[in-house]
């Protein structure tokens, strides 16, 4: 009996030290974040996983330079929006710095889900005053500055230039219009004897390019007074051509297919994000360059950023704004062009040309990223993604030949009025 | 004397209670907090316009009504209803249809059973990305393996082509976890059928068909009953693992496959808007509960009980 009531002690004390053990925080750490040893940790989050070289590492770069220790919680790209508003929603603090996009910026200030820096800014070294315009549009009329641009990423024309060769056609330049850019893609492509496609002239837009496409057709895409989606003419000539180009095989109709056409050879041209830029490198096995987006009526391409902004509830919001400083400083706007491939939204930072990724070694037009930063503007990532993904959707259903452009376009714009302004 | 066991027996029929009661506690805990508490806050939210950042102002029934005028809240209901109501047919046809054949006596049964069953193991967003690989135009195995049979360079757009996309996702439905589990239950069922039944039939000289129509069916109905009931909740409320990584979010190609579950993530997750999202929500729980009611109501003219 004795024996038994010993063993339940012992089980009772082992469940209590084993609770009290869960309740603890790691390691050296108290609730805050800051560490028993006096110094600090910071932690962000991005979408991201961080570069493996700790040379091309921001984060740790910025331990370094501050003392400060940076955390980093990558949340995955598909969640990413969603997964902040949440923590915004609870008042979580385990990220003192949120890495937050266009969309959603205005909304958690808004929602006081982030702070303004404009105190932290005025005894700092960051350059607000030499931002590009397109980004300090963006930020006038949220009533401060609530986030400051981590870079400003555009979308271009990546080609195959074996391709071109064999064909004998030019290399695209910074000056190709849309009807240039159509008229290669039906040289460059290439049939089976049975009338499939062997080698596609260009891909099919993505969810980011198919409003470059609609922009350049003249549509303002999107509205910053009013928030809203705006598409018409525009959007039914370029989907209209979207659906030519895939009916004649031109380039590859929507699909399941989750392959990378053009890296892997099977079409001459694409337009993507210039962060693609770091991600081929040096491992195509195959020779390319890259140009603007072609200019159909207007030069347009949409450009992309992420914001560092400071959790309203963190417990460390002088150490969170020591680390941006650095992110936004010389040294870590330079690490991070290099490491993506993603110029600087500060100009005299962006000039100097960090972001000409070493190991893209057949690019020889770097101009093209200038020439596309000029030519971008802040346009659908502006707006829910909901509303964006929505209207692709209506404009595949076209390009297959379920709709027409003209009930994709209406559809994609009726569903827009729906939701934005909720 | 008799007051004082009456007063012993009613004390000793409280404490039954009690001790009936306190048995069903940690499951009425669960069920208040984790069930009842979340359909009554699901209601509330509703009737606000909260966002995922948490800012919310009541609204009355205005997302009820935006819904109703909305076009493609329903075309969501049409795909809902057609996706429910098939899926229920095919996965409880084909789940039958596998239970009798893994009935008949023969050699490596249990190998048989362990293959037919393994595939419904597999978690259905891993099992939805393989079918999409393998349902894929360009490069997918499907369309390579019948280019390999017939000798023609075959490019079928399964999932996004509106007249094979259904073909595809109801075929991806025979492996899923709930189909397996169907065939299982339906398996026992009919190894619960008495045989001397099925030897009365053969010496009257009853066809196969005539033993499955006359016997079979009828001794398994009720299991064919809560089997059906499973798999239209299943598709209503499961349906969103499988189709998402399938045709995403937008229910591709033209909203053909958009089931109000994918169109509730939608409105919560991408457009942030939770309150509109809630309503739907409430509408999705309407609907479960008509097909619950329906199928037992049709069953009572159809279920076979021996007792």
């Known amino acids: ?422 | 004397m008799e007051k004082q066991s009456s007063k012993t027996a009613k004390k000793k029929k409280l404490m039954n209670h009690l001790t009936a009661y306190a048995f069903c506690a940690p499951w009425m805990i669960g069920f208040v907090c984790f069930t009842l508490f979340p359909i009554a806050f699901l209601f509330a939210v509703s009737l606000t316009n909260r966002k995922l950042n948490g800012v919310s102002r009541f609204i009355g029934l205005t997302n009820y009504v935006t819904m109703f005028q909305s076009a493609t809240f329903w075309n969501s209901i049409r795909v809902t209803l057609f996706f429910t109501i098939v899926m229920m047919i095919v996965t409880t046809v084909w789940a039958v249809v596998m239970a009798l054949l893994l009935n008949y006596r023969q050699r490596l049964n249990g190998l048989f059973q362990f293959c037919y069953f393994l595939p419904s193991v597999i978690p259905t967003v891993a099992l939805a990305y393989t079918f999409r690989t393998i349902f894929g135009k360009e490069a997918g195995l499907l369309n390579g393996i019948i280019s390999a049979l017939t000798g023609k360079n075959v490019m079928i757009n399964w999932l996004y082509d509106s007249r094979t996309v259904y073909l595809a996702l109801f075929f991806i439905t025979l492996f899923t976890y709930n189909t397996g589990q169907m065939m299982l239950i339906f398996r026992s069922g009919l190894n619960d059928v008495p045989r001397e039944l099925y030897e009365a039939c053969e010496i009257d000289g009853a066809s196969p068909l005539k033993k499955f129509v006359g016997i079979t069916l009828p001794m398994i109905s009720p299991i064919i009953l809560f089997n059906a009931v499973m798999g239209c909740i299943s598709a209503l409320n499961g349906s969103f693992a499988l189709l998402y990584p399938l045709t995403g979010e937008n229910g591709d190609p033209n909203g053909m496959s958009q089931v109000l579950s994918l169109l509730i993530y939608k409105e919560a997750f991408s457009n942030m808007k939770v309150g509109y999202a809630c309503a739907m929500s409430v509408i999705l729980f309407l609907i479960a509960c008509c097909f619950g009611i329906g199928i037992f109501a049709i069953s009572k003219k159809i279920v076979y009980y021996e007792n």
């Open chain 1, 1 to 422: 009996m004795r024996r038994k009531k010993l063993w339940g002690l012992l089980f009772l004390t082992a469940a209590a030290v084993g609770m009290l053990a869960g309740c603890s925080t790691k390691g050296g750490e108290t609730a805050g974040g800051a560490k028993k040893d006096g110094g600090q940790k910071v932690t962000i989050a991005v979408w991201n996983e961080p570069n493996k070289d700790d040379a091309l590492n921001m984060y740790a770069q910025a331990e370094k330079a501050t003392g400060i220790k940076v955390e980093v919680t990558v949340i995955p790209e598909s969640d990413y929006s969603s997964k902040l508003n949440q923590m915004v929603s609870t008042g979580d603090n385990s990220a003192d710095i949120y890495v937050i996009w266009e969309n959603d910026i205005a909304n958690f200030a808004k929602a006081k889900g982030i702070i303004p820096m404009d105190d932290y800014l005025k005894n700092s070294s960051v350059k607000t005053g030499d931002f590009i315009d397109a980004v300090s549009t963006l930020s006038a009329g949220l009533g401060g500055t609530y986030g400051l641009p981590w870079c400003a990423a555009t979308e271009l024309l990546f080609y195959n230039k074996d391709m071109f060769d064999a064909a004998g056609i030019s290399y695209p330049d910074n000056n190709w219009s849309y009807e240039d850019y159509k008229s290669a893609a039906e040289k460059l492509t290439q049939k089976a004897a049975d009338g499939t496609t062997k080698q596609y002239g260009c891909t099919l837009p993505n969810t980011q390019t198919w409003w470059a496409g609609i922009g350049g057709a003249g549509d303002q895409v999107y509205d910053p007074s009013k928030g809203q989606l705006v598409i018409g003419d525009g959007a039914v000539s370029f989907v209209s051509d979207v659906a030519a180009m895939a009916k004649n095989g031109v380039m590859p109709e929507p699909s399941s297919d989750t392959a990378d056409l053009f890296a892997s050879g099977k079409a001459a041209m694409s337009w993507q994000g210039s962060w693609n830029i770091g991600t081929y490198g040096s491992s195509l096995p195959f020779q390319w360059d890259i140009a603007t987006i072609p200019t159909d009526k207007v030069k347009y391409n949409t450009l992309h950023t992420g914001f560092y902004s400071i959790n309203a509830k963190s417990k460390n919001k002088d150490a969170a704004f020591k680390v941006i400083e650095y992110l936004m400083g010389e040294e870590g706007q330079a690490i991070n062009s290099k490491s993506s491939g993603n110029p600087s939204a500060i100009k005299s930072i962006a000039e100097k040309g960090a972001w000409k990724v070493e190991s893209a070694t057949t690019i020889k037009n770097w101009d093209a990223m200038t020439d596309s930063l000029k030519a971008g503007v802040f346009g659908y990532t502006c707006l829910p993604s909901g509303v964006t993904n929505n209207a692709v959707s209506e404009f595949n259903a076209a390009v297959l030949g379920q709709k027409t452009p003209e009930e994709a376009v209406k559809k994609a714009d009726a569903y827009a009025r729906e939701t934005i302004g909720y």
